[in-house]
């Protein structure tokens, strides 16, 4: 496993590219904090998904686009 031990951050990890990269990092081995915007609810789903293929998610939600 290329990323075992590492922690990946995917921020737009709720679709498209970023959910393809967050399945694939954690089939790697990495542990996986899955980003959405503005609904938890999407990354839950991808949590489901990882977690389910044996890996270890969570789900936040952030704006990373505004600094404090």
Do not use: P, W, Y
Not at 17 to 46: P, T, Y
Not at 49 to 67: E, L
């Amino acid at each position: 496993m290329k990323l075992e031990d590492k922690v990946a951050l995917i921020t737009g990890g709720t679709s498209g590219i970023g959910e393809a990269i967050a399945i694939r990092f954690a089939s790697e081995g990495a542990k996986i904090a899955v980003v959405a915007s503005a609904h938890i609810g999407k990354a839950e789903k991808v949590v489901d998904q990882i977690s389910a293929a044996g890996g270890i998610a969570q789900a936040f939600v952030a704006n990373v686009s505004k600094v404090s």
